[in-house]
């Protein structure tokens, strides 16, 4: 598939995931107010997110958390770029820790 990055892709929305799929609203709306108190505005972006972080669960990379996310959304995942950005915008804010195994560097 060619890539146009002028081109942005429609921000996916809460209400894309399937039936039965995504996390625990309660555990959800949790890190909600962990990203608001932290001062980071939600986005659907960052709520489609948080589905996956929680999912993906402990320990998951960012294409771990993709390929959760493409499931969830029936292959309309977010990019991998948009992805990593928000992923390192949640980790400089406090909402999440950055867990660097030995094997990656």
């Known amino acids: 598939m060619p890539a146009f990055p002028e081109h942005r892709r429609s921000p996916p929305d809460i209400r894309q995931i399937l039936p039965g799929m995504g996390a625990s ?7 909600e107010e ?3 108190e932290s001062g980071l505005k939600m986005t659907d972006l960052r709520r489609v997110l948080l589905h996956g ?3 993906a669960g402990q320990g998951a990379t960012a294409d771990e958390i993709w390929k959760i996310l493409d499931r969830m959304l029936g292959g309309h995942a977010p990019s991998h770029g948009s992805i990593q950005r928000n992923l390192n915008l949640l980790v400089q804010h ?3 820790r ?5 094997n990656r560097v």
């Open 25 to 31: 609203h309660t555990r959800v709306r949790q890190l």
């Open 34 to 36: 962990r990203c608001r």
């Open 98 to 102: 950055r867990d660097v195994g030995p």
């Open 94 to 96: 406090g909402v999440l």
């Open 53 to 55: 972080i929680l999912e």
